[in-house]
């Protein structure tokens, strides 16, 4: 008998041991999202249950094999990122079941949110945004939130030491409300440093929260993107580059992005103790764009530039009939294609970004270590 029990002990010590040392040597205990679409877990899914994903719809089929709240075929890009350090998929905030554990994480992103406030838009005679859920709301969420996280300033200053914090990409929207609000790029220009330091603000009250090491994501070649690309519709050779982008839009994304990096340059100077990331998604996403071949999509021309899911026109877009409605098909090897369905990327496009990101030079200054390689 006291063999027996002193032979669990010994067990039991090795399997904390063991416990103890993996949860030790992830570099990330928990990953905080804040966004649009282009991280949403499904948050929007849980404001709008199954609009527009129905269940029969192909988003999420190539690797969830249903809808998983996400807007494309799989993976985002924060999905690569949490399985490269360890991590389980972020649930989304509005989607949490009683007592669930989110002490691993928490995703607060909602597709079609706006780093400005709704108001912003309708006060200057644009569209309002699909959603009201815009980056301050979302850190309303998180304040909420902090209390069941950790309790008092010391577990706070412990836990958030190794917290990741992603302040987006948000912006992509504000854009995007004014393009499609009518709006010159000389006007949408005007509003870029207001975007800027929306972004910043969160940022700031986030490091006041106790966030360490935060990162802030660039804006995506939205000249390339074939919802921007159907939008404009141009026919006039000069407004494209010679992978078929356009021009102004892409040069409009470099200067959002130079204002963002002079943003974080000015907050990572107030806050010494914080480690502020730039995550560069333009030249990242940019360079499967210029060579396409070469990270395992279609060497088309013709092709490259259009979306896997949808119906019609020259990118395959139909803003009357989005992916998934009457008539849309889907691209028969989803892998092949950097565009998922006009807005969004592809699975495979998002896997190529992320390694770009955590194993290669598009994080400045680089994350931590990632125990795990993204296959
Ligand atoms: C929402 O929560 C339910 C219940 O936990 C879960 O089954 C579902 O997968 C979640 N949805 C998403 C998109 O994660
Ligand atoms: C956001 O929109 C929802 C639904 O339309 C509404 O119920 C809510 O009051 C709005 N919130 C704010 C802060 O405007
Ligand atoms: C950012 O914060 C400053 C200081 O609180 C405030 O004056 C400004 O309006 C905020 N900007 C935006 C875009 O929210």
Redesign the pocket.
Known sequence: MKIFNLFSIILTFCFLGNVVSSVDSLPYETIFNFGDSISD??NA??FHRDHPMPSDSPYGYTYFKH????FLNGRLIIDFIAEAYGLP?L??VK???KD?DIRKGVNFAVAGSTALEELFFTSHGVMVPATNNSLSVQLGWFKELKSSLCKNIEECDVYFKKSLFLVGEIGGNDVIQYAFGQKTITEIREIVPIIVEAIANTTSALIEEGAIELVVPGNFPIGCNAAFLTMVDSKKKEDFDEFGCLVAYNNLVEYFNEQLKNAIKTLQQKNSQAKIIYFDYYNDAKRLYQAPQQYGFTSDKNEILKACCGLDGPYNVNFNVPCGGPGTKVCSDTSKLINWDGAHLTEAAYRMIAKGLVEGPFANPSLQTPPFKIA
Request: proline share 13%; hydrophobic share 40%.
């Open positions: 877990t499904g899914m849980a809808p998983a709240g996400r998929f649930p989304a989607n949490l079941t669930q």
